[in-house]
């Protein structure tokens, strides 16, 4: 198998700068690793937050190649790795933070453990637009919170990045799924399976009262946080339990308590930064694999074209908050890019 000697990717140099196209060498391979050559990028807010230099957590210093998610093709297999041959299409959640190389270029060396077979009915575009916020809504409803058929779950922001894809997985399990999102979201939210709570119109005492007779949700995801996750508090049930991707500022736990309900923090970003349990990932992904290709899952995809030259773009829609579903970066190597 060939190894190529250079590739493009779009760098950052320091906080905040804009994006460079460069010539670079490409990664080597080691054990355990595969190189893929990347077709698509996802971006996400945490991207933008590690570009701003907001994101402490992510430990990703600069100059570096950003980039969390991505879909592609295996180009070449390190040593030990059965699980993936050259040509396999595959997805996941690989780099952009820790010092790991992001999929803001042509190829990226891989630990073969955070990738999945690419869904069969998915482009790369759709692909690469899953891998990080089907880890969070995964492991926040199924590895924290076990959720169960038949129970009443709240997802808090039904129509962002995790919380669409929350709202799925939850329909998919069995569950009685509601969603609090602005009343112009209705038609989406509905559309995927979720009943809307228009946040800015009912008191958490009355959407409460309204849909669980006043006793609170089995389940509540926070994917919102701050003064949201504290309305979660309140809004879940006796021994509920309440789960959040964004815990980060100070919270009053007493309204919990009160219920005898526990609470759930998710740091998907964990893997990559301590390199243990790097598998499950893979395998979380692995089910987003069968239900999309069973029909139970659809990413919901900006539709407009970004490529590494206008990476800064789609970086400054998310800002804006533009957005209108995931963004994605298309990456072939047989486009002519403004090269340095």
Request: aromatic share 6%.
């Amino acid at each position: 198998m060939t190894h190529p000697e250079s590739m493009l990717a779009a760098i950052v140099d320091s906080p905040g700068a804009a994006f460079r196209v460069a010539q670079i060498q490409s990664p080597s391979l080691s054990a355990g690793h595969v190189l893929v050559r990347i077709r698509a990028s996802g971006v996400n807010p945490l991207d933008v937050k590690i570009r701003a230099g907001e994101a402490a957590h992510a430990k990703h210093p600069l100059p570096a190649i950003l980039g969390l998610d991505l879909a592609g093709v295996v180009e070449n297999v390190g040593s030990g790795v059965t699980t993936f041959k050259r040509g396999d299409e595959v997805y996941g959640m690989t780099g952009g933070v820790g010092g790991l190389q992001g999929s803001l270029a042509e190829f990226a060396a891989v630990d073969a453990r955070l990738l999945a077979p690419k869904p069969r009915n998915l482009s790369m575009r759709e692909a690469a637009a899953l891998p990080l916020v089907f880890i969070t809504a995964w492991e926040g409803l199924v590895d924290r919170a076990s959720i169960q058929k038949r129970q009443q779950v709240l997802i808090h922001g039904g129509a962002g990045g995790v919380g669409h894809v929350a709202v799925q997985i939850a329909n998919a399990l069995g569950a009685k799924v509601y969603a609090t999102d602005a009343e112009s979201k209705r038609s989406y939210v509905e559309k995927i399976g979720a009943v809307l709570i228009d946040y800015a119109a009912e008191s958490i005492e009355d959407y409460v009262g309204r849909h669980t007779d006043g006793h609170g949700f089995d389940l509540v995801y926070d994917t919102v946080g701050g003064a949201t996750l504290d309305a979660s508090f309140a809004a879940v049930r006796r021994f509920g339990h309440v789960v959040s991707c964004l815990g980060w500022g100070t919270h009053a736990l007493g309204p919990l308590s009160f219920r005898a309900g526990t609470y759930s923090g998710v740091f998907t970003l964990l893997p990559m930064l301590s390199g243990v349990g790097r598998e499950h990932h893979g395998e979380i992904l692995r089910h987003a694999t069968r239900l999309v290709e069973d029909g139970k899952l659809v990413p919901r995809v900006d539709p407009r074209i970004f490529t590494l030259d206008t990476v800064d773009d789609a970086y400054r829609a998310i800002r804006d908050r533009t957005a209108e579903g995931k963004l994605v970066v298309d990456i072939d190597a047989r486009q002519p890019f403004n090269r340095e």
